[in-house]
């Protein structure tokens, strides 16, 4: 879910989380009854919720506000956590205190290339929303949590303890699926960044990289497919039209 209205110069994502519901649903704990019997129940408390962020007009404009863009792939997840607010009120009874806060799931990528920004990074920790943790599951609308194995495109912005978090949500992650870019949600399939990049070729995108870089305008990514290689040789053949009755055809 992304804001339609952007503010010139932006650089800072914006993120609301809003709580839409609760349900309970049901899992077996590691206890076992000592008779032996079936596992004891314990209730899953899952919420959904949903981001907002700015709207980016271009793969320029993404790529000035993240720190680093990279393409790299998911080696692995680590433990969810709950990160609390500061200004949790005092003295707030401990069963609301408990639900207090966002919960947070980190995911290691090992870079394959770098495409913007300094340094030579070997891995990165990126910060996801969602996940789970003490009985409790987060569920933020289009945006899963990056899977091990996968390779991802990332527009990363740096936090201040090393960690980063991906820019613009749906705008700033695209999975490589048979060498090609895929969006992570149909959420943001309007958005211009998006709806560009779908199905454009991953070694298309790095290579044309330093050009969309350059446009501000944004009709790079459909001419960019015309010059590369590899989608010329998908690109079916057009017949051309029959001359006129009693005139010669054109010469080649």
Do not use: C
Not at 1 to 20: D, E, F, N
Not at 147 to 174: E, H, K, T
Request: charged share 20%.
């Amino acid at each position: 879910m992304s804001t339609r209205s952007i503010a010139s110069g932006t650089v800072a994502v914006a993120v609301l989380i809003a709580a839409i519901g609760a349900w309970l649903a049901f899992g077996a704990s590691d206890d076992v009854r000592p008779d032996g019997t079936s596992p004891q129940r314990r209730a899953l408390i899952t919420f959904t919720g949903a981001a907002r962020y700015p709207e980016y007009r271009n793969v320029r404009q993404l790529a000035t506000a993240s720190t680093i863009v990279v393409r790299a792939t998911a080696v692995r997840q680590l433990s969810s956590y709950r990160e609390r607010p500061t200004n949790v009120p005092t003295g707030l009874p401990a069963r609301k205190a408990a639900f207090a806060g966002v919960i947070k799931t980190d995911v290691v990528f090992r870079v394959a290339s770098k495409l913007y920004g300094k340094g030579r990074p070997r891995q990165v920790r990126v910060v996801h929303l969602g996940g789970q943790t003490q009985g409790q599951r987060l569920i933020i609308e289009g945006e899963p949590v990056s899977s091990v194995g996968r390779s991802y495109i990332l527009f990363l912005r740096a936090g201040s303890d090393g960690r980063y978090s991906i820019l613009g949500g749906g705008q700033g992650r695209y999975r490589i699926i048979n060498g090609r870019l895929q969006l992570v949600s149909q959420d943001v399939a309007e958005a211009p960044v998006p709806k560009a990049l779908r199905g454009l070729r991953a070694t298309t995108f790095e290579r044309q990289f330093d050009t969309l870089l350059r446009s501000r305008n944004f009709d790079a990514p459909t001419s960019d497919r015309l010059t590369s290689q590899d989608d010329l040789k998908s690109t079916p053949a057009v017949d051309k039209p029959a001359p006129p009755p009693g005139r010669p055809p054109p010469h080649p």
